[in-house]
């Protein structure tokens, strides 16, 4: 279908936007009007501008959430209910005003710059996100971020100390703890938490006698997946994980071993040892 | 998430003051709950109140009145905290095993004894804001009563409700004749013994419990009791470790020679609160603590069960898990 031809009846303002962004085709336009490749190349180069725009944007939202290096605090611009909250994170002081609703996962991840600790299911039922509060583990996803002021957070990027390794993730290598890797920040964290707990002689719902007193214990397998059972591994890396957990927390070697069950739970072949 | 104002208070009074102030606030303790039911949209309130600067965090012996020598557990004390407190372990074991036997270490790390109590249930239809739901939305209906009801009550519904309490540390607390104290607007103390703390749906299943708006639980105290040496919490789930129950038996004996002196049994994943199994109790007491008569005394209890269409086999599993966690109890509490 022919497009028919427009006398030239720009604003001014059109006129000021074609001559920007196709001076040569100007006088084209003048005489004829604006026709069908005219209209093209102009959809073709405002979509570019856009874009760029788009991602001037992006760059100065970035740009906006990063710290200052003077005061070391992190602004985002007007919010909405807006809390100021400071707190340590991986032994740095870290202030920051956040909208009441951020959760502390939120703040590490997007406001921090630290996306080590993920957000799975974000509603505490995988244990992604689990970082190290006053020595605790904790869900960051079900953590305000107005609730930590005062706090000390640890996060997957604070556990090695002088480009070394916490033993933990060195074991996690060495065990091949993971297939995917996304809920392994999580998993560590946890586990670094749960040397702690074993040392100070803490209870599961699996320790065979909770009456009585204990201090520094060994942790069997079963211990161990009880107390890791609120970090989901989709990809099944489970032996992996508490064969590395296994390891650092008894300071030996561990060689995984598997069988086939049959019947009654019966092994009906073993290999390893 | 809606958009909610952040408050914060050291002081009981002037929290509970803040409540009223605000009929759509909330308390914030741990967070593991009301944060998770804000995403999901089924809590919306306008104004959280951070409680965890207060000082309701102690646990410690009861020294004077009706409950002395028994244990005070602070609303505020974190489960994990709670859990690992060397005189309940040693003196509560039962409350103990129950509070390990929820959720996972991290989230016991954060949850606190009081938001313990006041967790919401984890009924599917409640969390699904496309669902009816009389918990949710008074006069909505009820989307389990003809629904997927397997997790569901066998216990205490009426077709308004089908829904379970979630919680296993209370199941202990109502075993263990505990007793809730709380604060309200004048100030003032108010004991609730704990088998009243928790409601049955009737027709009012929005309400969980009987405290009175503005109303916060300070602690909750434990008689002393003999227990220590002869009890057990079993957790029946659909996997071995961080999930709701089925079905959950708290069990105590007191037990002297062979007689059974003293007994508490109550169960968890079968009604809208923690449920004393009274019938059980009142067969056992004074009888030999034998197999033959554990098993009489889940049968008395069990026979009450009304069970929904897709949980049937919560009242075999119910009977079993009774007589299991009596066992245990009887041979000295332990997982060994």
């Not at chain 1, 001559?19 to 003048?30: A, H, V």
């Not at chain 1, 605790?136 to 930590?148: F, M, N, P």
């Not at chain 2, 104004?47 to 009145?65: A, M, N, P, R, V």
Request: glycine share 8%.
């Amino acid at each position: 279908m022919e497009i028919e031809n427009k006398k030239p009846s720009l604003t001014e303002e059109e006129k000021t936007l074609f001559e920007k962004l196709m001076p040569e085709d100007m006088n084209e336009i003048s005489a004829l009007g604006v026709q069908r490749r005219h209209f093209l190349k102009l959809i073709t180069l405002t979509g570019g501008a856009l874009f760029v725009f788009q991602m001037l944007d992006r760059h100065q939202i970035f740009a906006q959430s990063s710290v200052d290096p003077a005061l070391n605090i992190v602004k985002a611009g007007s919010i909405e209910n807006s809390v100021n909250v400071a707190f340590r994170v991986n032994g740095a002081r870290k202030a920051l005003e956040v909208d009441s609703r951020m959760t502390l996962l939120d703040a590490l991840r997007e406001r921090l710059e630290l996306t080590g600790s993920k957000k799975g299911c974000d509603h505490g039922q995988c244990g992604a996100c689990t970082v190290i509060v006053d020595g605790r583990r904790i869900l960051s996803c079900l953590t305000l971020a107005a609730t930590c002021e005062g706090k000390s957070v640890t996060t997957i990027e604070g556990l090695a100390k002088r480009g070394a390794l916490h033993p933990v993730q060195a074991a996690f290598i060495k065990h091949d703890g993971f297939q995917c890797g996304y809920c392994t920040p999580g998993q560590i964290c946890s586990a670094v938490a749960l040397m702690t707990e074993a040392k100070n002689g803490e209870a599961s719902y699996v320790t065979a006698n909770v009456r009585a007193k204990a201090t520094s214990l060994q942790l069997s397998d079963d211990e161990i997946r009880e107390r890791m059972s609120g970090n989901i591994c989709r990809c099944g890396a489970y032996p992996n994980i508490i064969a590395a957990i296994k390891e650092v927390h008894s300071g030996k070697d561990v060689v995984q071993t598997w069988q086939f069950t049959g019947e009654n739970n019966q092994p009906t072949f073993t290999t390893g040892g | 998430m809606r958009p909610f104002k952040f408050s914060s208070t050291k002081d009981p009074n002037s929290a509970i003051k803040m409540l009223m102030d605000n009929t759509n606030a909330k308390f914030l303790a741990g967070g593991t709950n009301i944060l998770d039911l804000m995403k999901e949209d089924v809590e919306r309130p306008d104004e959280l109140i951070d409680i965890t600067s207060l000082h309701f965090t102690q646990i410690k012996t009861i020294s004077e009145g009706t409950n002395k020598g028994g244990i005070s557990i602070g609303g505020l004390s974190k489960n994990t905290d709670t859990a690992n407190d060397p005189v309940i372990r040693r003196d509560f074991p039962l409350l103990t095993q129950a509070i390990l036997a929820g959720a996972s270490a991290q989230i016991r790390n954060m949850a606190t004894n009081g938001g313990n109590l006041n967790q919401r249930t984890r009924c599917s239809y409640f969390y699904d804001t496309a669902m009816p739901c009389n918990k949710r939305e008074p006069g909505t209906g009820c989307g389990a009563r003809e629904g997927i009801n397997r997790m569901h009550a066998i216990f205490g519904w009426t077709n308004n409700c089908v829904a379970v309490h979630p919680s296993d540390m209370c199941v202990a607390l109502v075993a263990l004749d505990a007793v809730v104290i709380v604060i309200g607007t004048d100030g003032k103390s108010r004991a609730i013994p704990f088998a009243d703390y928790h409601r049955l749906p009737g027709d009012t299943p929005h309400k969980d419990n009987n405290l009175v708006p503005g109303e916060l639980i300070t602690s909750v105290e434990i008689p002393k009791n003999n227990f220590a040496g002869n009890s057990y919490y079993l957790k029946v789930r659909d996997r071995a470790s961080y999930a709701f129950a089925l079905v959950s038996v708290a069990a105590a004996l007191e037990i002297n020679g062979n007689q059974i002196k003293q007994v508490r049994i109550a169960m968890g994943g079968v009604a809208h609160k923690p449920w004393r199994a009274i019938e059980a109790e009142k067969f056992l007491l004074g009888k030999s603590a034998s197999n033959e008569n554990f098993k009489q005394a889940a049968e008395a209890e069990m026979q009450h069960a009304k069970p929904l269409e897709h949980n049937k086999f919560k009242v075999e599993l119910g009977k079993r898990a009774i007589i299991r966690a009596l066992t245990q109890a009887m041979n000295g509490g332990t997982n060994s």
